[in-house]
């Protein structure tokens, strides 16, 4: 298989094949950002030979006889037929329409079992998609996209350079819902800043009211030497979240959210994991926060996050 670089996925997508299709980020500004940075290139689509020969390679593994066969000699169980497969890369969604309805089609050709095809998606990928090409993408498979949202808060957006404001939030995730398709959200505690956490929370809470994401994923910023923001903060331009202050944020947004979805703190950056549905069990996660705030130590917060080697 060809895999370049760190490959990051969402946890949900661990059962997923993880098929190469992009490397990398279109966008690659976003301040705090450090994901793709071990890659000498800012975004590559992989050729579409090297796409196909990593089905054939998949189809071979998990379907031949003789790979099969194999698997009984070693005691193993005989192989789940792959139902999911996930396109790496930080934004496959922006390929033309074209390539995608391509990929869907070499996937179905190799991997017929396959039920749906999953990948991280920029709120800006839409954007060079008509509704109705929305609506053959789904048809050919496309679904339960990933998008890191981040905020609904305009200033952070701006400010950590994201390259769309919460209107278009609003706009293509609406598109994306009459076209069918499902997303999830990742949002970033921490990214308004110290002292404007909680508001930021809000006016997140206030744009994901008004739409339909099926989770809504929270990861912590952790700010790495290496990325924009950490040259801001040693500039003096912008400061840091304290630790009890990002629960406080999270806090927040959970409590101002009425909309039903899955929310989950997982992912290293988060000390303490956890997940519930929306909005049955809000209480509850209310009252976990309320115990982590009450009872945690700033300091040891703060030594956990600086000894996060990696997200
Ligand atoms: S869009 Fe995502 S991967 Fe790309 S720079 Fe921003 S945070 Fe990083």
Excluded at 42 to 65: A, C, G, H, V, W
Excluded at 99 to 126: H, M, N, W
Excluded at 162 to 179: F, N, P, V
Aim: proline share 4%; with cysteine.
């Amino acid at each position: 298989m060809h895999y370049t670089g760190t490959i990051w996925r969402p946890p949900y997508e661990a059962d997923s094949l993880l098929l190469e299709v992009t490397t990398g980020c279109t966008h690659h500004k976003c301040k705090f950002c450090t994901l793709y940075d071990d890659l000498p290139f800012k975004f590559r689509m992989s050729p579409i030979e090297d796409i196909e020969s990593d089905l054939l390679e998949t189809q071979i593994l998990r379907y031949n006889p003789d790979s099969i066969m194999t698997s009984r000699l070693w005691g193993l169980s005989r192989p789940h037929p792959i139902r999911r497969v996930f396109l790496t890369g930080a934004n496959p969604f922006v390929l033309k329409t074209d390539k995608l309805l391509e990929i869907a089609a070499l996937i179905q050709k190799y991997l017929p079992s396959v039920e749906s095809i999953g990948c991280f998606a920029r709120i800006t990928d839409s954007k060079n998609k008509t509704d109705e090409e929305l609506i053959n993408l789904r048809q050919a498979g496309y679904d339960k996209l990933t998008i890191g949202v981040e905020t609904g808060d305009d200033a952070a957006l701006s400010f950590m350079r994201k390259g769309y404001r919460s209107q278009d939030i609003l706009t293509q995730c609406k598109r994306l819902e009459q076209a069918g398709i499902e997303y999830a959200f990742f949002y970033l505690t921490s990214i308004s800043g110290k002292g404007k956490g909680e508001s930021g929370a809000k006016a997140s809470a206030d744009i994901f009211n008004q739409l339909r994401p099926f989770l809504i994923g929270s990861n912590m910023l952790t700010i790495y030497p290496a990325s924009e923001l950490y040259q801001e903060i040693q500039n003096g331009n912008w400061e840091e979240e304290g630790e009890l202050e990002k629960y406080r944020e999270l806090r927040v947004l959970i409590e101002n959210l009425n909309i039903t979805t899955h929310f989950a703190a997982m992912g290293a950056s988060n000390a303490f994991q956890f997940q519930a549905r929306l909005p049955e069990d809000k209480e509850k996660l209310l009252k976990i926060l309320d115990r982590i705030i009450s009872r945690s130590d700033e300091a040891e917060l703060r030594h956990y996050r600086k000894n996060l080697p990696h997200l």
